[in-house]
């Protein structure tokens, strides 16, 4: 028998998920079904999406699918809302759903912050761009998942570590910004030796096992380049938007292009470019333009995206005492981003 989507299925028919004893295809749970060249894809959603019952379901599923002929089968595993378990004839107990963030029910929307490149400052703009939101009513999540160069504790002032309550980390709230970091874990600011599964294992607690609450937004610092963990939330987060750093320099604009580029390939939003470092200004307000002009702007207008600000360069960049630096600067560019996500106040 031939590799269908009908036939998948059919075979998926057998498959229960127990708690609801009801099989994922009767709950809807089969969310999504790839085939290409007996490879199949699929997002499946659980009452519970995590734990020893969910590895269950996979073996079981790869099984019944290589037996009809597939060659690979991968997962997304998602949870079911709670209106759908009730619905489903669940019990409250088996709608007691964690405060996950990747719930099909959370509004929070999601922005990473990236670069090509390190050094261009990209969480200084993350960093006071969770403050601006804050403070123009919003509220607001700090992910610090630049696994390998974490330092938004350092730079917001934070000294004190995550309390656990209820099995769920509680985030450090500084400047009105909740914020959760690997840093947070890390003693005497050690060096990490991690790659894909460990990674996505960090960034799978900071998104389903921290008491966020409700939040407007969700910004994520993300390290420089296309890998790990740029990977990890193109899987995991499909309708995260981003915001692109560079400087004003032609390379720093050229590879941020790939971060760019990426971000277009698996569909992902791309709000607008900022410039950092863009020129500094001396006291009788004459701009000198340090490393050149016109790399934001390329980048933009490489996506056909807006220049969303031009961020010049300060002596208090390195640390945020007050909250804040260039605040009319960030002021507009968060005003910006808030009109773009429809969520003007």
Not at 34 to 52: F, M, T
Not at 157 to 165: C, D, L, R, V
Not at 284 to 289: A, F, H, I, P, V
Request: charged content about 25%.
């Amino acid at each position: 028998m031939m590799l269908s989507k009908t036939v998948i299925i059919n075979s998926l028919k057998g498959v229960s998920d127990r708690n609801l004893n009801k099989s994922i295809v009767e709950t809807g749970g089969v969310r999504e079904i790839k085939l290409s060249k007996g490879n199949v894809s699929l997002r499946i959603a659980l009452s519970k999406a995590e734990g020893h019952e969910t590895q269950k379901i996979q073996q079981q599923i790869v099984k019944l699918l290589k037996d009809k002929g597939a060659n690979s089968v991968g997962f997304k595993f998602e949870q079911l809302s709670r209106e759908e378990i009730l619905k489903l004839g669940g019990s409250p107990d088996s709608s007691d759903i964690a405060p996950s963030l990747l719930n099909p029910n959370c509004t929070a929307t999601f922005i990473a912050i990236t670069s090509g490149k390190g050094g261009v400052g990209k969480t200084t703009i993350a960093v006071n761009l969770a403050i601006e939101l804050t403070r123009l009513g919003n509220k607001v999540g700090l992910i610090d998942a630049d696994i390998y160069g974490f330092s938004i504790p350092n730079m917001m002032g934070i000294t004190t570590i995550p309390k656990i309550s209820n099995g769920l980390i509680q985030p450090i709230e500084q400047f009105g910004v909740k914020v959760i970091s690997i840093g947070f874990f890390i003693e005497d600011n050690g060096a990490i030796l991690w790659r894909g599964p460990m990674l996505g294992k960090m960034l799978e607690q900071f998104f389903t096992k921290v008491e966020w609450g409700e939040i407007d937004y969700l910004l994520i610092d993300s390290p420089p380049g296309t890998g790990d963990v740029a990977m990890y939330l193109d899987k995991t987060i499909p309708s995260i938007k981003e915001i692109l750093v560079t400087t004003p320099q032609e390379t720093s604009a050229f590879v941020a292009e790939r971060a760019g580029e990426m971000a277009v390939k698996t569909g992902h939003e791309i709000i607008g470019v900022i410039e950092n470092m863009a020129y500094y200004q001396e006291s009788d307000g004459e701009k000198k333009y340090l490393f050149g002009q016109g790399g934001g702007k390329r980048l933009a207008d490489k996506f056909n995206v807006e220049l969303l600000g031009m961020i010049p360069i300060s002596q208090h960049t390195t640390k945020c005492e007050d909250g804040s630096i260039h605040t009319k600067n960030f002021q507009e560019v968060t005003q910006k981003i808030m009109r773009k996500t429809e969520r003007c106040k």
